[in-house]
C-alpha cells in the first residue's frame, strides 16, 4: 500500500513539473513564429507541398529556440520575476518548476533547433544560430540598454522572417526586412511604455532599462516607427517589382488592414493600458483578431487568385 501511495506521489510530482515546464515554454508565444510563412505565402509556394513541410520544420525549430530562450531568461531573472506583480507566477519564479529540470529542458532544446535547423541547410542554421546568441546577449547585458534593447528585439522578428524565406530556398526581399523591422520596433516600443506606465515608480526594480525611457520620448519613438512601417508597407504593394510578381496592383488594397493595426495598438496602449504581451494581445482582442485573418485571406486571394479573376479594371492600371 505504501508503495502505490509513494508510486502515485511520484506520478502527480511529474505531471506538476511537466505542466509547469510547459507553461515555462511559453506556448502562446509561438505565434511570433508565423512570420516563418511570410515568405511561402508571398512567393506564391503556399500549396508546394515540399516547401510547405519545410516552413512547418523551420516553424517548430524556432518554437523550441524560442521557448529555451525563454527558460534562460526567466533563470536569469527569477529574482526579479518574483517582486512583479504578474511574473512571479511564472513556474521558475513561484517555485513550481526547479532550475535543474529548467536548465536540462534549455539545453536539450537548443541542441535540437540547432542541429534540426543545419539539417534543412546551412545558412538556415546559421540564422538560428544568430537568433539564440543574439538572445543570450540580450538576456545577459543588451536588455539593459534603451533603444538597443528594442532593436535587438525587433532582429528577432526579422530573423524569423528571414528565415521563413531562406528556409524555401528564396531571396528574402528587402521589403521583407524593412517592414518587419518598423513595425516589430512599434510594438517593442509600446511594451516598454505599458511596462513603464503600469509599474509606475517600480519600474526600474523590474527592468534596469526602463530608468533611460519618460513616457513622452517613448509616443514619440511609436510615433516615428509607425509611421515608418506605414510608408514602407505601403511602397512595397506599389512597388515595381511587387506588382510585376504578383501581376496585379490590387496588394495596396491591404495597406487599410495595417493601418487599422497600428491605430489599434495604439489605442490599446494609450487608452486601454495594454499592451504588455503584444503576443497574447494580438490573439486575444477581437477587433485585431478579426482584422489579422481579414488581412490574411485578402493578401492571398489576390496573390493566388487566378487573372480571370480579378476585375478588369485592375487589370488596366
Known amino acids: 500500500m505504501r508503495v502505490d501511495v509513494v508510486s502515485q506521489s511520484t506520478v502527480v510530482s511529474g505531471m506538476r513539473a511537466s505542466e509547469a515546464l510547459s507553461r515555462a515554454m511559453r506556448p502562446h508565444q509561438w505565434i511570433k513564429n508565423l512570420l516563418l510563412f511570410g515568405g511561402l505565402i508571398f512567393s506564391k509556394s503556399l500549396f508546394d507541398p515540399l516547401l510547405l513541410l519545410r516552413s512547418v520544420q523551420g516553424f517548430l525549430l524556432f518554437c523550441f529556440a524560442s521557448s529555451a530562450v525563454y527558460l534562460l531568461n526567466d533563470l536569469h531573472d527569477v529574482e526579479k520575476d518574483r517582486q512583479h506583480p504578474k511574473k512571479r507566477l511564472r513556474p521558475l519564479a513561484s517555485g513550481d518548476l526547479s532550475p535543474r529540470l529548467a536548465v536540462a529542458a534549455m539545453i536539450v532544446l537548443m541542441l535540437i533547433a540547432v542541429v534540426g535547423s543545419f539539417k534543412l541547410g546551412i545558412t538556415f542554421g546559421a540564422l538560428i544560430t544568430i537568433y539564440l546568441a543574439l538572445n543570450f546577449a540580450y538576456t545577459l547585458s543588451l536588455k539593459q540598454q534603451p533603444i538597443l534593447d528594442v532593436m535587438c528585439i525587433a ?6 522572417a528571414v528565415a521563413g524565406a531562406i528556409v524555401i530556398a528564396t531571396v528574402p526581399s528587402p521589403w521583407l526586412v524593412l517592414c518587419t523591422m518598423t513595425l516589430a520596433v512599434f510594438v517593442g516600443f509600446g511594451k516598454r511604455r505599458h511596462e513603464l506606465v503600469s509599474l509606475s515608480e517600480d519600474a526600474t526594480r523590474h527592468r534596469d532599462c526602463l530608468a533611460g525611457y519618460a513616457p513622452q520620448f517613448l509616443d514619440l519613438m511609436m510615433a516615428v516607427s509607425a509611421a515608418s512601417a506605414l510608408v514602407s508597407y505601403s511602397l512595397y504593394t506599389v512597388a515595381e517589382q511587387t506588382v510585376a510578381r504578383f501581376g496585379t496592383p490590387l496588394l495596396i488594397a491591404t495597406t487599410p488592414f495595417v493601418m487599422y493595426g497600428i491605430f489599434r495598438f495604439f489605442y490599446l496602449v494609450h487608452l486601454r ?33 487566378p487573372a480571370e479573376w480579378l476585375p478588369w479594371w485592375a487589370m488596366q492600371l
Open 155 to 160: 532582429s528577432g522578428f526579422v530573423l524569423r
Open 273 to 305: 493600458t495594454e499592451g504588455g504581451d503584444p503576443s497574447k494581445l494580438f490573439v486575444t482582442d477581437r477587433p485585431m483578431l478579426i482584422n489579422g485573418v481579414l488581412w490574411v485571406l485578402t493578401v492571398s486571394v489576390i496573390v493566388y487568385a
